[in-house]
């Protein structure tokens, strides 16, 4: 096996016994990527200069004793919309295509400081408003398990980067499903903490109470792992929760015993892939079988969901993405002939179809006369979401449903109506409505051979129960190993 | 619902944004589209159902006024598309 290949709780094993160096490691992921990213694209950015100093740091530190922290010596892909000093931050946007951020975001930080190796930051949708990779300002990420597929979105890099071997784990956001559906996609464990867990100091804003950071991952244990970096307070996110981070490792546990698993009816709909309810529904066997204890539940105003996310996040993203003006930092258009003409025309050269679409959506919902019409309405369809959610999690612990409808869709199958690329995120996007944590793990392959995801929700602030679930079903199968040929 | 074009052009500028006339008509739909989707909220009784703005159950916070380290000149200019003399450069607005 390829170094490439391996786990980051298996790397770190490895150095500890003097097996291995980083520089060995940090090498491998590069020479993967020389190999693989012409077919799949993960990446804006490759740092390779930056990850070998990086790596001799870390082996320097490995040397002299200190291999405490799990993640030490390790590569790992950082979105584009998240702030790397030094460093290109991109946002997958024409508009930040010159910008280059003087300080970390504050995961950045975390990791660099638990001695993490910078590998590169992958391509996303523009602003991460979109469900494919698709809406990328600068090229389309391919599924590494079929290259003419989607590999999901917005942090479509993150997870084909982490499917392709060519970073050993990765971070993404998620505002609607950006980590669950991408993880889903390409076959690879991806998280969506509680809002709030995780620190968004420095991450470009889009929809700002319902982003989130979360790590991609090969498996659940580097989930939890990453997740015991990067989550807990921090004074400059003013919404970042004040509640102790736990050791997610100690959630890491074989069996389900007193676990109640709730089965929502609203999730398993026409229109669906037989093969992913197939599939889940057989998930749902084996942590049956595992000892949860399995009931059916019901989120009524889930049909909803999708208005009301694209009410507020379009809403949001309006008001966010009013800085971009050409002035302080990003594009400018050439000689304009006044501030106004400055504005307008900067705006339209350096935002993309979809990012403008979502401005006008969320300019018109705010705009005077229509404001009670649609945000607010928003906004209470929003709490009836979160109340389904609360009545649920009063008779179980988690829910199981299907990370999205169906597999990876071909490339262009559904760029020209916005409306049905929207409804793909339809099993996702009341997650961050309520602000619950949830994880898509692989749960089997389609006919085509196409990942097929689990999606596992639970309490606000128990992502621990949620690892727990992940990582025994996933210690009970072997989907998880299975890796694309390229 | 359907909005105009004209409604397009109104929003497009409330958001500062220079549309093509080809990107108008197409947002004139597509936007329809949308809003005619949405408008499937109506269906709900929200009459005694308080907004959610936010999920967590904090309000402000506050943290004491220390005077910190900040950005320098030099960085916090270094991304400026036009700068001079320590500014920020824009098109001339008082004639």
Redesign the interface.
Known sequence: MELYQRTIHELHNMLKKGETTSVAITDSVLKRIDAVEGKVKSYITVTADIARAQAEAADKRIKAGDTSSPLLGIPIAIKDNMCTEGIATTCASKILG???P??NATVVAKLKQAGSVLCGKPNMDEFAMGSSTENSGYFITRNPWDLDRIPGGSSGGSAAAVAADECIGSLGSDTGGSIRQPAACCGVVGLKPT??RVSRFGLVAFAS?LDQIGPLTKDVTDTALLMNVIAGHD?KD??S?DIPAPDFTKALKKDMKGLRVGLPKEYFIEGMDPQVDKAVREAVRTLEALGAKVSDVSLP?T??A???Y??LATSEA?SNL?RY????????AAS??????????S??EG?G?EV??R???G??AL?AGYYEA?Y?????????I?RDFDEAFKTVDLIATPTAPTAAFKIGEKSAD??QM?LSDIFTISVNL??IPGISLPCGFTAENLPIGLQVLGR?FDEESIIHAAYAYEQATEWHTRKPTL | MKITKKEVEHVAKLARLELSDQAKDVFTDQLSNILTYVEQLNELDTKDVPPTSHVLDMSNVMRDDVPQESLSQERALANAPDKAAGHYRVPKIIE
């Open positions: 010159n910008f280059v003087p300080y809002y709030g109470s004074p003013s919404t929760a105003h049909k909803y999708v208005a009301t694209y009410i309006s009013a003006d050409g002035v302080k930092y990003g594009y400018r304009p002939k006044d501030l106004l003409d400055m504005y307008m025309r705006r339209d935002f179809p403008k679409r401005i006008m959506l300019t018109y705009s649609y607010k309405k928003g906004q209470q369809a929003r709490t009836l979160k916005p409306l929207y309520a602000g606000n």
